[in-house]
């Protein structure tokens, strides 16, 4: 098992930016993928951004530009830096695991609120 442990959400004003963290823990072993979904009021889950382990990544097109992903694999830490929110931003952000067996593990979430 792998366990993830965000934090850095909030309530942040249009404009402004907050840093998300997400550490990992346990059975990690092999090339992963760590990324970030959300889901708003609503909607469903949709993938924000993702890195690999050599640190490619991939963004959402409504992010790019605005969001930056990294990650640190001493600390099987990944982080995704958020610039120029906006209220179609807020929703529950969710740490994704992508394991090399094709398993994927989930943090709890940590809601972005973005006041309209």
């Known amino acids: 098992q792998v366990q993830l442990v965000e934090s850095g959400g909030g309530l942040v004003q249009a404009g402004g930016s907050l840093r998300l963290s997400c550490a990992a823990s346990?059975?990690?072993?092999?090339?992963?993928?760590m990324g970030w979904y959300r889901q708003g009021p609503g909607k469903q889950r949709e993938l924000v951004a993702t890195?690999?382990?050599?640190?490619?990544?991939n963004y959402a097109a409504s992010v790019k530009g605005r969001f930056t992903i990294s990650r640190d694999n001493d600390k099987k830490t990944v982080y995704l830096q958020t610039n120029s929110l906006n209220a179609e931003d807020t929703a529950v952000y969710y740490c994704?695991?992508?394991?090399?067996?094709?398993?994927?593990?989930w943090g709890q979430g940590t809601q972005v609120t973005v006041p309209s």
């Open positions: 346990g059975s990690i072993f092999g090339p992963y993928t």
């Open positions: 890195i690999t382990n050599g640190g490619s990544t």
């Open positions: 994704n695991f992508h394991r090399w067996d094709n398993r994927d593990f």
